[in-house]
């Protein structure tokens, strides 16, 4: 249940709306987005506002800009995306604020009509969420909407310094996000199965602890796997590890045979003479890595039992590959669970930056019900942490 206005909850007729989208994209060498996903992710939002004649002002951060000017990182890329998308004219500004702008949307802006701001990180008072920043923004406008959830885990001035100023709701991405992540926490059909990878124990410390409260299987693959195998006393050669959550592992096998959870870690692996595609490798069962070669992904009999736990799951939550997808040499194993997850039947859901690339690299995107926009967000909600931008809003 979502405890948060949405823009459905507010009278919008007329009204100069200030909308945080997610328009942190992929841009080309040319300066062409290469991946619009995100821009039109925050569609249904913008048509509801302009079908209520809202004035739409939209604003957004792309990359990571120093907080001054930085030419490859400002947003006209994707105002011209947008206007492909919508047909509509975008009245593109290359400042964050100005008074030109003020007297702009105040004077001459017609209902159901478009503004972009410039990128918000050109300015040092987003990311240090300054009140005076924030109340510039805020003075744009006369309802705040709040549809970037991919950054909704950041107390930034967009974000929610912004939220002080004026009435503050919820657009459609943000409350989808929210409700389809809060249902893997509070209310999921069963069995429910996690499937975490990627390189780093350190990364996941408080999700793998918080699913181990939630779900009935948790799947471990990737880089992460070789310091709970050390941590047990296996020999991993020169996979990644990392020393220092060597008892962190050891403390979440307990815990997930004290909360009757079934944690899965590999019984082999694919091994490489080097982290290069074209490196000597061979399966091995775990314990068998040779003393100079590393892991380099889950092996096929680990594959084919995650493959049959998968199967039997009813909600499926993935974050991280199983392994060196990116090289195609060792791209079997994240392949097989994401087809895996893909053909289950179940309720699934996929969040992670690197998860998305590999859903995309096999064409999976269509097969899930839902990927989640928002990769550092969507962690640290499945964390049980408070976010931010959503605690900024209204309540209902």
């Not at 909850?9 to 909308?19: E, I, Q, S, T």
């Not at 919508?86 to 593109?92: L, V």
């Not at 924030?134 to 309802?143: F, G, M, P, T």
């Amino acid at each position: 249940m979502f405890n948060k206005k949405t823009i459905e909850d507010m009278r919008l007729k007329g009204k100069r709306v200030l909308v945080r989208v997610d328009y942190n994209v992929p841009l080309d060498g040319q300066m062409n987005v290469t991946d619009n996903t995100r821009i039109k992710l925050s569609l249904p939002t913008i048509n509801y506002l302009i079908e209520q004649d809202a004035k739409v002002i939209l604003m957004s951060h792309l990359g990571r800009p120093k907080d001054a000017v930085d030419e490859k990182y400002r947003l006209t890329p994707a105002a011209k995306e947008l206007e492909k998308l919508t047909g509509r004219k975008i009245k593109k500004f290359d400042e964050t604020f100005s008074d030109e702008i003020k007297s702009y949307i105040d004077n001459e802006m017609q209902p159901q009509s478009i503004v972009m701001l410039e990128n918000l990180r050109f300015n040092p008072g987003e990311k240090k969420n300054d009140p005076a920043f924030a109340q510039k923004l805020a003075s744009l406008a006369d309802v705040y909407v709040n549809d970037a959830f991919g950054s909704s885990h950041r107390a930034h001035a967009s974000i929610s310094g912004i939220a002080q100023f004026l009435p503050a709701a919820a657009g459609f991405l943000l409350k989808k996000e929210v409700e389809i992540l809060g249902s893997l926490l509070e209310n999921p059909e069963r069995p429910f199965v996690a499937v975490l990878g990627g390189s780093k124990i350190s990364d996941k410390i408080l999700v793998i602890k918080n699913l181990l409260g939630k779900v009935d299987s948790l799947i471990l693959g990737g880089g992460m796997t070789y310091t709970f195998l050390k941590a047990q006393g296996f020999e991993i050669g020169k996979s990644i590890c990392e020393d220092d959550q060597l008892q962190y592992a050891l403390d979440m096998i307990e815990l997930a045979k004290k909360n009757n959870v079934k944690l899965m870690l590999p019984v082999d692996i694919i091994a490489a003479s080097e982290y290069a595609e074209n490196a000597d490798s061979k399966n091995v069962d775990i314990g068998s890595i040779p003393a100079d070669w590393e892991g380099m992904g889950i092996g096929e009999k680990t594959a084919a039992l995650y493959v049959q736990e998968i199967k039997k799951a009813k909600t499926v939550f993935w974050n991280g590959p199983m392994g060196v997808f990116e090289f195609e040499k060792f791209a079997f194993s994240t392949k097989e669970i994401g087809k895996a997850i893909a053909e289950s039947g179940a309720v699934t859901v996929a969040g992670g930056g690197d998860t998305l690339a590999a859903i995309k690299k096999f064409s999976l995107s269509e097969r899930f019900t839902h990927i989640s926009s928002g990769g550092g967000a969507s962690m640290e909600f499945l964390e049980g942490k408070v976010l931010p931008g959503v605690a900024a809003l209204l309540d209902k």
